[in-house]
């Protein structure tokens, strides 16, 4: 059972920057598929961007693209999530999630998706102020 922990949210103005982060517990974090998702009050969870395993891979929202930006560190057991030029419409709870041994072709319509995740955080709450 993999525990994954988001920190790094908090209020910013818009334009500016924040770093979010997810730690994994589970030994076997490298051969995860990582993606982040975003929940705003009164709206459906959104999908924001995924990673492969090895990294090679990342797709993004159209509506984050360009401004956000995925990685993952896998000796330390974490993926970022690097948001620049933020907008008050980017304010939202942001989960990290996770998938184990993923197989197939891995594609933007497969890793957007939230039920092909079988873990997830708590979420960290990330509020951009006009």
């Known amino acids: 059972q993999v525990q994954l922990v988001e920190s790094g949210g908090g209020l910013v103005q818009a334009g500016n920057s924040l770093r979010l982060s997810c730690a994994a517990s589970d030994r076997a974090f490298s051969n995860y598929a990582m993606g982040w998702f975003r929940q705003a009050p009164g709206k459906e969870r959104e999908f924001v961007a995924t990673?492969?395993?090895?990294?090679?891979?990342?797709y993004y929202a159209d509506s984050v693209k360009g401004r956000f930006t995925i990685s993952r560190d896998n000796a330390k057991k974490t993926v970022y999530l690097e948001m620049n030029s933020l907008k008050p419409e980017d304010t939202a709870v942001y989960y990290c999630?996770?998938?184990?041994?993923?197989?197939?072709?891995?594609?933007?319509?497969?890793?957007?998706?939230?039920?092909?995740?079988?873990?997830w955080g708590q979420g960290t709450q990330v509020t951009v102020s006009s």
């Open positions: 990673i492969t395993w090895s990294g090679g891979s990342t």
């Open positions: 999630a996770a998938r184990s041994s993923p197989t197939g072709i891995v594609t933007y319509v497969t890793t957007s998706r939230p039920r092909w995740y079988n873990y």
